[in-house]
Each structure stands twice: as C-alpha cells, then as structure tokens.
C-alpha cells in the first residue's frame, strides 16, 4: 500500500474571534497556494485510489483542492481523521488491500503522531507537517507492521514541482 499524507493548507487563525476552532476555514491565500501545491503532489503522486478527508472545513476543502489537481477522485469525509487516535486511522487503513493508494488529509498534532507510528519513530515533533506538506509512506505488509518513508515535502517544495 501507499500511503500519502496532507495537512490541511493555511486557514484562518485558531482563537480568531467568533469562529470556533470547529468552522475555520482555509484563508484565500491558503487556498490559493495550496492549489499551487497540489499540482506539485499530482506530478509526484498518481491519483490515488481512495481520498479520505477529516470533515472540518479547513481539511474538507484541502482535500477538495487535491481532489481537482488529481481529477477522477472525491473526497469522502472521516471522522476519525478530525483528530481520531492513531489506532483508529491504522485501523482503517488496515482495510484496504495492498495494493492500494490511500491519500488522507488531516491535521497537525494528529498527522505527525500517526507518521511517526507508522515508521516506527519516538519522537513526533520530528515529524511535523507544515501546513499543505505532504508525505508518502509505502508498506510491504500489513500497516501495522510500519512502512518505509518514501519522501516529506514541504508547500514550498510541493510547489515548486508545480513549476516544471
């Protein structure tokens, strides 16, 4: 299996007054530059077989962005995603058959936690995704035995891809 990793793109700061941490959704700017990142991702990496999305509206519409420089793929919202244990994500990722590209979109401290889970590392905060970076994880086996990282972008890196 081959697993690629997102952290949902700039949104509107945490604490940001009258909008729950819940509604935040991606800034103009974060769209925009992410929409320049996912044309990165779509050189690097295949459409991938299933996309699945945490459902809040910052992760949901990253993942939408994704699903247009891909084409032929639609989001399909998972809880778990929204800040679900480690366990559970590897738990639904242990359903799909080995062969299978899975792309998720999430976020951070969840996304780093989970990378460093599957790869077998103590220490998550060396994992951290900035916002629109992307990782790619391949198994031999079943998830649960871990997986080899195959590369950690940044954005900025992401969209330069996109350039050419």
Known sequence: MRLLIIRHAIAIPRGTGGIPDAERTLTPEGAER????????????????????????RARRTAEIAAEAWGGVSPRNVEALAGGSVAAVT???????????VALVGHEPHLSELLAALLGEADADRLAFKKGGAACVEFEGP???GGQLRWFLPPKILRRLAQG
């Not at 779509?42 to 991938?48: K, L």
Request: charged share 20%; with cysteine.
């Open 34 to 57: 992410f929409r320049e990142a996912a044309i990165g991702l779509a050189r690097i990496a295949p459409c991938p077989d299933t996309l699945l999305t945490s459902p809040l509206p």
């Open 91 to 101: 738990t639904l990722l242990s359903r799909y058959p080995p062969g299978a590209t």
């Open 143 to 145: 998830v649960r035995r």
